[in-house]
T-cell receptor, first 114, second 113 residues
């Protein structure tokens, strides 16, 4: 079985500040990890993914995430927040065994203050 | 390519009515899934399919049916709508294997009154 925990349902930062969204996973087999972003009234867009090729993964819009096996974490960061980053962010896990579908965390809503 | 297309975008149902949410993809993806999104709960898996003719239950399958007669289409049927099924529904597809991730449709917002 696999699961994802996102710490903090709401995160508020000032424009230009560091963004840090936390994700911890649980999986009995090697995981693939994903971050998706959802803007208001839209579907989900893939930000970045970890597929075991490199532990530091760069995505779109200046976001990156680091896979840390010892901490079972895959936190999302961005050095400088923009107003346009305000959205809901979802961490998800998948594997090559068992259920062949994504398991999502509960999401983190990012607010960016001017 | 249109990607993943969901219809309708909005729907209001009365309790007890049935309906089908449509999902089609034009990427020749083997894997397809249905999720529901509720505030504070993320996306929860309803049903999924790993190929035509093959479906399985997810976390919250009760009250929903699916079938997969073609690679392209994966409709979700609500048998007898209940207010607890008020939600936003997303369909997604993937080429297969966990590393590819999923492409999502734009969603169907369903209200059951």
């Amino acid at each position: 079985a696999q699961s994802v925990t996102q710490l903090g349902s709401h995160v508020s930062v000032s424009e230009g500040a560091l963004v840090l969204l936390r994700c911890n996973y649980s999986s009995s087999v090697p995981p693939y990890l994903f971050w998706y972003v959802q803007y208001p009234n839209q579907g989900l867009q893939l930000l970045l993914k970890y597929t075991s090729a490199a532990t530091l993964v760069k995505g779109i819009n200046g976001f990156e995430a680091e896979f840390k096996k010892s901490e079972t974490s895959f936190h999302l960061t961005k050095p400088s927040a923009h107003m346009s980053d305000a959205a809901e962010y979802f961490c998800a896990v998948n594997t090559d065994t068992g259920r062949r579908a994504l398991t999502f965390g509960s999401g983190t809503r990012l607010q960016v203050q001017p | 390519n249109a990607g993943v297309t969901q219809t309708p975008k909005f729907q209001v149902l009365k309790t007890g009515q049935s309906m089908t949410l449509q999902c089609a993809q034009d990427m020749n993806h083997e894997y397809m899934s249905w999720y529901r999104q509720d505030p504070g709960m993320g996306l929860r898996l309803i049903h999924y399919s790993v190929g035509a003719g093959i479906t399985d239950q997810g976390e919250v399958p009760n009250g929903y049916n699916v079938s997969r007669s073609t690679t392209e289409d994966f409709p979700l049927r609500l048998l007898s709508a209940a207010p607890s099924q008020t939600s936003v529904y997303f369909c997604a597809s993937s080429p297969g294997q966990g590393l590819y991730g999923y492409t999502f449709g734009s969603g169907t917002r369903l209200t059951v009154v």
